[in-house]
């Protein structure tokens, strides 16, 4: 698919798309921009993003909600793997499984999970995750499977 902009989606690598999503600033609303989150930092096999914890994130307990992080999680492997991916390939997530370290407060500061690709086969990719709060401490951590497929014309 190739945008107003030129940008051909079907001749970039992954970490290509990536960047020229980043660089967008007409992008399609996503999740990232539902939860505040940037995009610090991206690299072959290699992603960072961050996001600073609100009220509205709160569980019933007053904490962030789990789920938050676990998006954090999927969003930082996810892209990851993409960012390895050759041309006309996309992938999705098969499964995540996610640790929980310790309860994050909603005004507890930026959070910044980083995910790094740890395999990348023809037909499935693993990676690992982990967020860390200002402080430097370790709140979650979390592998994924991702399934990796060809893209059709």
Known sequence: MTE??????ATATGL?????????QSRRP????????????????RVVMSLEPRELFANQ???MHGGIS???LDSVMGCAVHSSLPAAT???????????IRPVPTTGGRLTGIGNVVH????????EGRITNEEGKLVAHATTTCMVFPVSA
């Open 4 to 9: 107003d902009t030129g940008f051909d989606f």
């Open 16 to 24: 290509e798309v990536l960047r020229h999503i980043e660089s967008t």
């Open 30 to 45: 996503n999740i990232g921009e539902l939860l505040g989150l940037s995009i610090d930092s991206l690299a072959e096999g």
């Open 61 to 63: 307990l007053g904490t």
């Open 70 to 72: 676990a998006t954090l």
């Open 90 to 100: 996309s992938y999705t997530t098969l499964e995540l499984k996610v640790n929980y």
């Open 120 to 127: 990348l086969g023809r037909r499935s990719a693993t990676a």
